[in-house]
């Protein structure tokens, strides 16, 4: 029996750096000072959210099958047994989570429309996997932070733009690649945020200004690196 899996490794590289990046956001606020426990519900909120995030490939099999039973039966599992360990996160926190419903339905809409590849599903759909970033921060805080959603969104929002960029090569994605980087800097000030930890979008600027071939797969390295020196930013300076 072949198990669905999300085969963009690029994907989980962004959910589990969500992941860590709500982690260590939620830790810098010592909750255990507060007499908090968190250990055990922040693993069931990863845990559920690992299996949300793979029901993808079942919902995308399940529409270009036009419902075949295997796919459904492997998106109920994966929504079902998601849902399932979500639960202790959702009795608290669902009011405050019941928004991300929107950009999920929006997602579903465009993958119904076969837009899979399209930049609005590619900004939805990493939209939906930085959910994961004040997820883990609430089952270790039980506070709700928008401002850490919109920074690690932000900031995964600029590898979308600068894949799209190297692929079609054009002044105006390099153009619109310069004027996002200085835009985030200006909204990372504005919510309070330390522009220190968008560091990391520097190489995209240089990559705008001196265009050079690269393979895809030397572009998804370096985004994997940035998103690591971003976690470590978020440590030494996230307030």
Same mark, same amino acid.
């Given at each position: ?21 709500? *982690?260590? $956001? ?8 507060? #007499?908090? @426990?968190?250990?055990?519900? /922040?693993? &069931? =909120? ?55 419903? *929107?950009? $999920? ?8 429309? #076969?837009? @899979?590849?399209?930049?609005? /599903?590619? &900004? =939805? ?76 979008? &520097? ?37």
């Amino acid at each position: 029996m072949k198990i669905p899996i999300v085969r963009e490794w690029g994907s989980w590289a962004v959910f589990f750096t969500s992941c860590l990046g709500g *982690l260590i $956001a939620g830790l810098r606020m010592r909750p255990w000072v507060h #007499g908090r @426990e968190f250990a055990a519900e /922040t693993l &069931l =909120t990863i845990l559920g959210l690992t299996l949300l995030i793979n029901s993808k490939p079942s919902i995308a099999s399940s529409i270009r099958s036009k419902g075949k039973k295997e796919h459904i039966l492997w998106l109920l599992f994966f929504v079902i047994a998601g849902l399932a360990l979500l639960t202790p996160f959702l009795v608290k926190g669902l009011n405050a989570f019941l928004i991300f419903a *929107l950009p $999920a339905a929006g997602y579903l809409i465009l993958l119904w429309a #076969g837009k @899979e590849h399209n930049l609005a /599903t590619e &900004l =939805t759909g990493f939209s939906l996997l930085t959910v994961a970033a004040p997820a883990v921060y609430f089952a270790v805080t039980g506070d709700m932070s928008w401002k850490l959603y919109l920074a690690v969104t932000l900031f995964f929002w600029a590898g979308v733009l600068k894949v799209r960029m190297r692929l079609r090569k054009s002044g105006f994605f390099r153009s619109v690649m310069i004027f996002y980087c200085v835009t985030v800097s200006l909204i990372y000030n504005f919510l309070g945020v330390p522009v220190l930890i968008l560091l990391p979008l &520097l190489e995209n600027v240089f990559t705008a200004l001196w265009l050079r071939p690269e393979k895809l797969r030397a572009t998804g390295y370096t985004e994997l690196a940035k998103g690591i020196l971003f976690l470590i930013f978020i440590w030494l300076f996230w307030n």
